[in-house]
Every structure is written in structure tokens, then in C-alpha cells.
């Protein structure tokens, strides 16, 4: 897999506004990423570690099983919790 990346600014934009683009070079993945924006004494070489680290955690993240937005009902802790106190004031409360 090769990387390359090049800084690119939006037109009619100043360098403060530009972007590094990078692509990889695999059949997989013909995406085109702008993670970073550029800073005062960027070089590709200063930058491209910080690339590859930044698609590497992306891509364990594209493999982890995606978490559902939506629960119904309280979350597991909020629950426990509950349940919890309900049984501490019922203890409390007998004579």
C-alpha cells in the first residue's frame, strides 16, 4: 500500500484555510481523505506519519462492529443503579 498526500487549498481560499489530502493506493479504498489542516512548518515528511497513524486507527475502527444508537429503556448502569436504591429504601423502611 503507498500513501500519498499533497496540501490543497479551497479556491479562491488563503494557505490558512488549506487541507493535506492523502489517498492509498488500493483497490479497497479510492476514497481521498483531508484529516489535517495545515500549520506553519507542515512538510509532507513531518506530516505523513501522522497520516498513516490517522488511517490506521480508521480502518480498526471500520472493523469493529458498529454500536446501536438507539436502546430502549434506560442504559444497563442507570438501571442497576435504580434497582440498587429501590432496594436500599425498601430496606430502610421496614421496622
Known sequence: ???SCCLET???KDQ????WWFSVSSAADR???APFR???GDTPAKVRPRIVAWYEE???KRAQPSVPAYRRG???AAVAAAN?????????NEP
Open 1 to 3: 500500500m503507498t500513501y
Open 10 to 12: 479551497p479556491t479562491g
Open 16 to 19: 490558512a484555510d488549506a487541507w
Open 31 to 33: 476514497q481521498r481523505y
Open 38 to 40: 495545515h500549520t506553519a
Open 58 to 60: 480508521m480502518l480498526v
Open 74 to 76: 434506560r442504559p444497563p
Open 84 to 92: 440498587a436504591a429501590a432496594a436500599a429504601t425498601v430496606v430502610d
